[in-house]
């Protein structure tokens, strides 16, 4: 078991809705990222921070840094709501992307019952010059250009890809 592990996450899309991808990348090169053949950047950002606490069952302080307010306030604020109330929003409206919701639940209430702490969220601005950030938007526009071919797909490199080194920024990075 870890004590304390940082990751950021982050998504993409090309168009909204479009093809879309999302990652997270670790304070030590992991990572994982996926693409959506069809999504929104909303999904994107929830489908990493998902990933990320999914892939870190083991990690008792988990800290997630993300550059989407969308994705930290759901986590911390909006989905309990939103369940209690039939998934439905404060205004009555559908909530969206009811099933990645009752994975993020189930993933919180996983680590609950193994006796861990909940998730640490911290906000991030996006491009602007932090690595781990810069490294995960990366990964998720990769990701969502493989999503552009109309497939599905994972990598991680909890498989079998070599972790990044994330002492820099990537080339393109913002």
């Known amino acids: 078991m870890t004590d304390r592990y940082v990751v950021a996450t982050d998504g993409a899309c090309k168009g909204n809705p479009g093809p879309t991808g999302w990652a997270w990348v670790g304070e030590d090169g992991q990572w994982a990222a996926g693409a959506i053949p069809v999504g ?3 999904i994107g950002e929830l489908m990493g921070l998902l990933k990320a606490i999914e892939d870190h069952t083991d990690v008792r302080e988990l800290v997630v840094q993300a550059d989407s307010k969308y994705a930290i306030d759901t986590y911390e604020k ?3 709501g939103h369940r209690r109330r039939g998934w439905k929003t404060s205004t009555g409206a559908p909530a969206k992307n009811v099933d990645i919701l009752e994975q993020l639940i189930a993933a919180r209430e996983a680590r609950r019952d193994a006796g861990m702490p909940d998730v640490v969220l911290e906000h991030v601005r996006g491009h602007s ?3 781990l950030n810069a490294w995960a938007d990366e990964r ?3 990701a969502s ?3 552009a071919k109309g497939t599905a797909s994972a990598w991680s490199s909890l498989g079998s890809h070599d972790p990044i080194d994330v002492s820099t920024r990537p080339k393109n990075g913002r």
């Open 129 to 131: 010059g932090h690595v």
């Open 40 to 42: 929104t950047n909303n």
């Open 140 to 142: 998720a526009v990769r």
């Open 145 to 147: 250009e493989h999503a």
């Open 78 to 80: 909006w989905m309990d």
